[in-house]
Structure formats: structure tokens, C-alpha cells
């Protein structure tokens, strides 16, 4: 009789790229033969895959392998792994101080995760696997996986960071910057698509500087990505507003699938702060960028991240960023709280401001943001919007998508017919997290709607 296969369950915190990393391990392990499992219990192989951006980030993950400890209690066949930032960053010491684990891996560590599982199960050891690639060249080749087909795709394009600001671990955690080659991901472009995916935002923790050390660039590949007939959208995240050079900036008024949308973290808006956070510009400088997005694509959609409480942020370095915030108008803010990560240079900084001035720093910057998302989407009423329909939204059991700008819409009328396509929405609701309609015309390809009417609709 033969044997039925083994079955993974992969669960995911974190970032996109940990998503995409997800699905990549997921697509490994389908092509060697196991079997994608919905149910923790039932699987034979648990991978937890994890983020450490912040301590909150990481205690999740640790309150995690309580319950995972019973799982395996209960069950001492299953296989157990740590995967992704924290498996990195905690290596060996994880795997000691939880007997109950199989596997600890790096995010490094995704193509051979075959392996690991297999040498667990075959041979009944223990793994762990946190080796950086130490191919030195600024090239790498990820094996493509099976592609779901979805009209919306994220995928990543380069690894690493080069920057080390002060307070983040990636760059311990994923290493330096390698791209993949355009020809590559192009490849991997052309499958999405022929699958009927619609947009394609490329990622990389530090995306404007893709191609470095070799003689291709970000540019290149969005004008490469641009000719690929089938695909409307594309996005790239995430930027530095120091690597975001013109020939980039520029781009946003000449190609036309480049969306009206960028995400461009300023993390705080007081030199001083920018400085000991080694950000490598000044606010002047990064509000100077943003004149020339907007003058090249006027009513681009920025979005941007923000630490609050950084080691020495005083009140009047934080009245610096509520300034930035209201000046820019963003139409999307992820707030943080300052999170000290061990092993960061920050770390070592000492000034630690008060949890409760962190606290309330946050809830003050939230407020603001909000208020301004409010108003920002509340003069969308009445107004026509085009929406790449992505899925069921099964808590408001309605459809949803994103706009040309990336703002989330629900539509009340639209049905399962309108899923992978472009339609027009009259927006007749808004609140500071999303835009509500209807959709008025029969549904086109963005293609068709520009025929129509260039302009008449944002
Ligand atoms: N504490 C708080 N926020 C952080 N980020 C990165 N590291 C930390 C940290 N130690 C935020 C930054 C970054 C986003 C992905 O997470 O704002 O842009
Ligand atoms: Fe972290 Fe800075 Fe690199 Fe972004 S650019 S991943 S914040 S080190």
C-alpha cells in the first residue's frame, strides 16, 4: 500500500516578504511531495514562520512554542520548526531552550528547507540551519515555485539590506543586499500573469538600490515590467528616501503601469533623531523628494512609516515628526513605538524614553494621522475610482480591491465575475481606513477604461 504524503502547515507573521517566503516554502515542499494542510493539529510538519522587527513581534512567536508543546504532547511524531527572523537571530539558543523543536532555520536557509524536514523525518535529528549565502556575488537565483493565481502578486526580487539604521535588525537577520537578475524576475512576471494575475508589486527591504554591484537597476526592471503585455499594475516597496534617485522619482510621470503610489518611511522628522538613527538624510531632504514625486505625478498617494520614542527623542525632536505628518498629508502611516533590538547600535544608546511618553506620543500621532486619512477619503465621495477586484472580504461580505493609489475599496455590488478585473466604483462612503461604492460600468481591463477616457477617472 502506498504511503499518503506528509502534510505541512505553514503559519506566518510579519512582513510581505515573510508571506512570500511562506508561499515559496509551501511551493518547495509541494514539489517534493507533501501535502499543504488548513489544520495545525492535523499536519505532520508545523513551520512557524517568524518576524523580530520588534520585541512585541518576537513574544509573539515565543508564547507560540507553549502552545506548540502541548501540540506536540499530544502528538510526538509531529515535526516542529522555527522559521524566518527569530530562528536567525535566536539560532542555537532556541533550539535549547525548546526541546519540543525540530527545525531552526534563517530566512536564508528557504531552499534547503526540503531537506531539513526530510533529515528530520528520515533520520529522526534535530536541525538547525542559520548559514548566510556565502556566495559573495550580488546575484542570486531563487528557483521559481508554483504560482497561485491571484490578480494581485508580491514578489521579491532582492534580499538583505546594506544600511544598518541603528535601531533595525534586519540586516542581522537577512544579511547584505543580493538582487535577482532582471531576466529572472521578468520570467516570473510573464507566469503571473499568464495565470491572470493583474498587478505585481516587487519587494525588497531596500528595493531602490535592486542591482547593486551589477549593471542593472530598479529603473530597468519597471521599464522591462512595464512592456509585459497582460499586467496593468506595478508597485515596488520598500524605498529609502535616500536611494530613491531622480531617474526613479521620474518614472512616476512616464510609466503608465507604475502606480500613483509609493510607501517612503521617514521614520522621524527631527535632524537630530535622523542622524542617530543613521538614516543618512535630513528631514529638508526628505520633504525635497517629496516636491519631486509630486511634481512629477501630482497626486501620487505616499505612505510612509514612523518610529516614535527613540532613544533621546525629546518633545520637541517628536513636535518635528507631527510636523512632517500634517505638512506631507500621507495617505497611509504605520506607527511604531521605538523597540529596542538586541545586538543594534541602538541598543547600546541608553536615554530609553518612558513607556508612557512612547505611549502617548503614539496615540498623539495616530490621532493625527487618522484625522488626516478622514479627510483625505471623505473627498473621495461622490467621486470615481478604478478597482482591481482582488476577493471576498467574508466578514463585510462584499467584494474588495485597490485603487491606482492603493487605497482599499469595498464594493457593495460587485460579485464573483468582477474578481482579476478593473472596474469603475462611485465612492458613496469613506472612513479613514478604507473608500465604499458602487461599481457603475460593465467590467473592463484598466486597458480599456484608458481608451475610454484618460483622465477622467483617478
Ligand atoms: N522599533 C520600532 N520600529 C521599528 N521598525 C524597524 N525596527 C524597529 C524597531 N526596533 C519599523 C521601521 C521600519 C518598519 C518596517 O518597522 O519604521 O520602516
Ligand atoms: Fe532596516 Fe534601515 Fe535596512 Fe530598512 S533601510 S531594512 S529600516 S536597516
Redesign the pocket.
Given at each position: 500500500m502506498q504511503e499518503s504524503p506528509k502534510s505541512i502547515y505553514i503559519k506566518t507573521f510579519g512582513c510581505q516578504m515573510n508571506v512570500y517566503d511562506s508561499d515559496r516554502m509551501s511551493g518547495l515542499l509541494a514539489h517534493q511531495g507533501y501535502a499543504l494542510e488548513k489544520d495545525i493539529r492535523k499536519a505532520d510538519v508545523v513551520l512557524i514562520n517568524t518576524c523580530s522587527i520588534r520585541d512585541k513581534s518576537e513574544h509573539k512567536v515565543l508564547s507560540l512554542l507553549g502552545e506548540l508543546k502541548a501540540l506536540k504532547k499530544t502528538n510526538p511524531g509531529k515535526v516542529l520548526g522555527i522559521t524566518g527572523c527569530v530562528g536567525q537571530r535566536m539560532g542555537r539558543t532556541l533550539l535549547q531552550k525548546a526541546p519540543h523543536l525540530d527545525i531552526v532555520m534563517g530566512p536564508d536557509a528557504i531552499d534547503r528547507v526540503g531537506n531539513l524536514v526530510g533529515t528530520v523525518l528520515k533520520k529522526g535529528e534535530r536541525v538547525l540551519d542559520v548559514q548566510f549565502d556565502a556566495d559573495r556575488k550580488r546575484t542570486y537565483s531563487q528557483p521559481s515555485i508554483v504560482y497561485r493565481a491571484k490578480p494581485v502578486e508580491f514578489l521579491t526580487i532582492m534580499k538583505g539590506?546594506?544600511?544598518?539604521?541603528t535601531?533595525?535588525?534586519?540586516?542581522f537577520t537577512?544579511g547584505r543586499e543580493k538582487s535577482r537578475p532582471i531576466a529572472e524576475v521578468i520570467h516570473d512576471v510573464k507566469k503571473f500573469v499568464a495565470q491572470g494575475t493583474k498587478e505585481i508589486t516587487f519587494l525588497g527591504?531596500?528595493i531602490n538600490t535592486y542591482g547593486k554591484g551589477t549593471p542593472e537597476n530598479l529603473s530597468q526592471l519597471v521599464e522591462e515590467a512595464d512592456r509585459v503585455e497582460g499586467l496593468e499594475r506595478i508597485r515596488y516597496i520598500?524605498s529609502?528616501p535616500r536611494d530613491l534617485g531622480e531617474d526613479l522619482i521620474a518614472q512616476f510621470g512616464s510609466i503608465s503601469k507604475l502606480c500613483p503610489s509609493l510607501h517612503l518611511?521617514f521614520?522621524a522628522g527631527s535632524d537630530s533623531v535622523l542622524k542617530a538613527m543613521s538614516?543618512l538624510y535630513t528631514r529638508d531632504e526628505y520633504l525635497y523628494k517629496i516636491e519631486r514625486l509630486r511634481h512629477y505625478c501630482p497626486d501620487i498617494s505616499l505612505s510612509t512609516d514612523v518610529i516614535v520614542g527613540f532613544p533621546g527623542e525629546t518633545d520637541k525632536d517628536f513636535e518635528e515628526t507631527l510636523k512632517v505628518l500634517s505638512q506631507v498629508e500621507f495617505g497611509g502611516a504605520y506607527l511604531f513605538k521605538y523597540s529596542p533590538r538586541p545586538g543594534t547600535r541602538a541598543f547600546a544608546y541608553g536615554e530609553e524614553v518612558p513607556e508612557p511618553v512612547k505611549e502617548q506620543r503614539l496615540l498623539q500621532a495616530q490621532r493625527l494621522v487618522h484625522e488626516i486619512l478622514d479627510r483625505q477619503n471623505k473627498q473621495m465621495i461622490g467621486k470615481t475610482t478604478q478597482v482591481l477586484v482582488e476577493a471576498l472580504d467574508k466578514k463585510a461580505k462584499n467584494y474588495t480591491g485597490r485603487n491606482p493609489h492603493g487605497k482599499l475599496v469595498h464594493v457593495f455590488n460587485a460579485g464573483e465575475a468582477c474578481v482579476g478585473k478593473t472596474i469603475v466604483v462611485e465612492i458613496t462612503e469613506a472612513t479613514g481606513s478604507n473608500l465604499r461604492g458602487y461599481y457603475v460600468d460593465a467590467p473592463r481591463t484598466q486597458r480599456q477604461i484608458q481608451a475610454l477616457s484618460p483622465s477622467s477617472f483617478l
Open positions: 539590506c546594506d544600511h544598518f539604521c535601531y533595525c535588525i534586519v540586516p537577512r527591504q531596500n520598500t529609502h518611511p521614520q538614516r
